[in-house]
């Protein structure tokens, strides 16, 4: 496995991890990621809106990775609610938030209670996708929250790096959710090796994390063997039994195998969310989702029928219409674990296959 220099190690492991700790820092002790935020495996969740709460984010924080809260669209009563939960339920140490930063250029309230907790409930991260980090580096920096931010592309890399981010998130087209379109995105496994490469030339302190694709250990251990210092991981935990995703499209990913998402505009047109070009979303293919993906000029034109057909999946469960964000790893998800057990999982399974 490639290694990079390690930089910011923390005191003597007992000190902070049991024993059971302390065994499984060793087993990852070529990981910067763990050597730097503390944890026992070199996964973190990803801030996924609306799904990533406190019971997901404290549940992955207390099986050793670190959890991320969605703070998402920035509304302000959600984030204070579930990011609450998750420090009364976790080591704080292992706790941050992620926030979708053009939505912070309309609204940043939620961004600033959170960076105005006192110094214990200080998140240990924040995580800024989709947009310029930069107007809000310093008072994550001032905050000593160490920056995250996820990239799509090379081209946004030194834009990160001005932003003083600590890590950086190579995001390919694979992932579940919001991503760069098909004409503009990057695969997670051409992606990953360059920008480590990049890094190790231009900014070697900094940490670089995979996503997109990473379900199991053996997707792990290949973001590890590809270069990065561990795996951001959204689909797979928001297929556990802590995750706010409705029970519905928990079911209805359990069932498609990968060859059953695409990525487009279609739900973000009937969501109403007005995201910018180059970027768009990846759910299952659905029903509705098939009706229109091949007419998202008409679709934009006149929604109204497609939108109502939508919102009344939304209000009975019916997930032929209603969105159910997953990314191409849902055929790798088999079942509804625990998001401690799932963790656990991935962490045996990879180290199983790095010895």
């Known amino acids: 496995m490639r290694t990079r220099p390690r930089t910011g190690a923390m005191g003597p492991l007992d000190a902070k991890h049991s024993p059971m700790d302390n065994a499984r820092m060793h087993t990852f002790i070529n990981s910067r990621f763990c050597t730097r935020f503390g944890l026992t495996t070199p996964v973190a969740l990803a801030p996924m809106a609306l ?3 406190g019971a997901l984010a404290s549940a992955c924080a207390r099986a050793g990775a670190l959890g991320l809260v969605g703070g998402g ?7 204070q609610r579930e ?6 339920a976790a080591d ?4 941050g938030c992620g926030f979708i930063t053009w939505k912070l250029d309309e609204d940043a309230s939620a961004l600033d209670w959170v960076l105005d907790r006192p110094p214990v409930q200080c998140p240990r ?17 001032d905050s000593g929250a160490a920056l995250i931010c996820q990239v799509q592309r090379m081209d946004q890399v030194p834009q990160a790096i001005e932003a003083g981010a600590q890590v950086i998130v ?15 995105g990057r695969s997670t496994m051409t992606f990953v090796p360059e920008l480590a490469d990049w890094l190790s030339a231009h900014s070697p302190t900094t940490l670089l994390l995979a996503a997109g694709g990473i379900a199991d250990g053996r997707t792990l251990a290949a973001a590890l063997v590809l270069g990065a210092d561990g795996a951001l991981v959204g689909s797979r935990l928001w297929a556990t039994q802590e995750s706010l995703a409705p029970q519905g499209a928990k079911d209805m990913a359990v069932a498609t195998d990968g060859d059953g998402t695409a990525r487009t505009a279609v739900f973000d047109i009937l969501r109403r969310k007005n995201w910018p070009a180059p970027y768009d979303f990846r759910a299952l293919r659905n029903a509705l989702h098939r009706q229109w ?5 008409a679709l934009r034109a006149d929604p109204g029928t497609a939108r109502a057909a939508y919102d009344e999946g939304v209000r009975s469960g019916n997930f032929e219409a209603a969105h159910a964000t997953a990314g191409e790893a849902v055929g790798l998800i088999h079942d509804l674990p625990t998001a401690g057990a799932l963790v656990q999982r991935m962490d045996a ?3 199983a296959l790095l010895v």
């Open 51 to 53: 799904a990533s709460g």
């Open 73 to 79: 669209y920035g509304d302000l009563a959600w984030t």
């Open 83 to 88: 990011y609450q939960l998750a420090l009364q």
């Open 92 to 95: 704080t140490g292992r706790i």
């Open 125 to 141: 991260a924040l995580m800024l996708s989709f947009g310029d980090p930069r107007p809000y580096a310093r008072r994550i920096a």
């Open 170 to 184: 190579a995001q390919g087209a694979e992932a579940g959710g919001h991503g760069m379109n098909a004409l503009n």
């Open 293 to 297: 993906e091949d007419r998202i000029d």
């Open 349 to 351: 399974q990879a180290r």
